[in-house]
């Protein structure tokens, strides 16, 4: 497939400072920027609630979406992906994950250990269902 994302260093700064200030629940936020040739071009991200009661899990607020839809289109951006973390777990695609993704978009997830930043990885729906990891190129 050779899909990639482009995050600029501010993006993955800005999902770990959301990550550690939800910690020990998942943040969650949506990634707005341009899709290009296999590429997603990440310019901004912005954080939405997280509606579960669960603190290893998240549900993206609906109306957070609306309202971030509005600001991209007022802005000539798109929703490119939704990111999320991973309290004290690697950033690995859940079965539940998978469960809510959409195709055509780019799902970050942050590794959050004790309240500090870890990995971050990045993944597509691939044909059969299923995520593929895609790589992730951080730019400054």
């Known amino acids: 497939m050779g899909y990639k994302v482009i995050l600029p ?7 770990a400072q ?3 200030e939800r910690y020990p629940n998942e943040a969650c936020g949506i990634i707005l920027g341009q899709f290009g040739q296999n590429v997603f ?9 997280n509606l579960s009661d669960n603190p290893i899990r998240f549900i ?3 109306m ?4 971030i839809q509005d600001y991209a289109d007022k802005n ?5 992906g939704v990111y999320h973390t ?3 777990h690697p950033p690995i695609a859940s079965q539940y994950d ?10 970050v997830i942050m590794s959050i250990w004790d309240g500090k930043m870890g990995d971050i990885k990045s993944f597509v729906l691939s044909q059969d269902g299923n995520f593929i990891e895609i790589k992730t190129e951080i730019t400054k």
């Open 60 to 62: 993206l607020d609906p």
């Open 76 to 80: 000539n951006l798109e929703i490119i």
């Open 41 to 49: 071009i990440s310019k901004e991200a912005q954080k939405a609630k």
């Open 18 to 20: 959301d990550g550690k």
């Open 98 to 107: 998978l469960q809510s993704a959409v195709d055509g978009l780019v799902y």
């Open 86 to 88: 991973h309290p004290d």
């Open 64 to 67: 957070d979406f609306l309202r």
């Open 9 to 15: 260093q501010h993006i993955i700064e800005f999902i």
